[in-house]
């Protein structure tokens, strides 16, 4: 089966400019994550997706983040204006709806902010 | 703050040898997962362990957990220059939380 996939890979920005990033999770698979992992640091979650809903949010700097999951299957995540503090691995994973908690996690963006 | 701490920070072993890394959180978990990063990647599941499971076995990947201490083990026996990564352990409560994970450097 084929995997999480993230575009784009790399991306340089100046700060205050925007960016965007997109996830196609595993086909089928409900829930869908953003996490943010910054250099020398484990992930950590921005915001979980159950289908097309808002599950888990309370990590999502709201004032500059967005990230909506339109029909349930894509995501993607925005950056709005963009601070040096963001330059960062953002990582995109899905789950299945089985009992299983494992998640299967994409290749990440890397975002430089200058 | 992150609710997993793994330790140590780095281990550095030779092939062959066994490499333990220890996981410590601080709230009641659904269960405890283990992730494995190599560089430039994304996390691959390694293994699950429930709170009422005490040690699994999975292939050379060995993880204990004592809920009582609110800590868990993953010990690789028989290591390999291809175990060279970030381990991670993901703590489940309502989210998955990870610590800042275990460099791990096996030397040929």
């Known amino acids: 089966e084929a995997g999480v996939a993230q575009s784009p890979r790399y991306k340089i920005i100046e700060k205050r400019q925007s960016v965007a990033f997109w996830c196609n999770p595993i086909?089928?698979?409900?829930?869908l994550y953003w996490y943010q992992q910054i250099l020398g640091q484990g992930p950590k979650l921005l915001i979980q997706?159950?289908?097309?809903?808002?599950?888990?949010d309370s990590q999502l700097p709201k004032d500059r983040f967005s990230a909506e999951r339109l029909k349930g299957v894509d995501s993607t995540l925005k950056i709005q204006p963009a601070k040096l503090e963001d330059s960062a691995v953002y990582l995109c994973?899905?789950?299945?709806?089985?009992?299983?908690?494992?998640?299967?996690f994409g290749p990440g963006t890397r975002l430089t902010v200058t | 703050s992150q609710q997993g701490e793994e330790d140590p920070q780095a281990l550095s072993i030779q092939e062959g040898e066994n490499a333990t890394m220890n996981c410590s959180y601080k709230?009641?978990?659904?269960?405890l997962q283990w992730y494995r990063q190599n560089s430039g990647r994304g996390l691959v599941h390694l293994i699950l362990?429930?709170?009422?499971?005490r040690e699994k076995h999975s292939g050379r990947l060995r993880v204990t957990l004592d809920t009582s201490k609110k800590s868990s083990s993953l010990l690789i026996t028989a290591s390999r220059a291809a175990d060279t990564a970030s381990y991670f352990c993901?703590?489940?409560?309502?989210?998955?939380?990870f610590g800042e994970g275990t460099q791990l450097t096996v030397n040929p």
């Open positions: 994973a899905s789950r299945g709806l089985a009992a299983s908690y494992e998640q299967y």
């Open positions: 997706f159950q289908n097309n809903g808002v599950v888990d």
């Open positions: 993901g703590t489940s409560g309502s989210r998955l939380t």
């Open positions: 362990i429930r709170s009422n499971e």
């Open positions: 709230t009641s978990i659904n269960n």
């Open positions: 086909s089928g698979h409900a829930t």
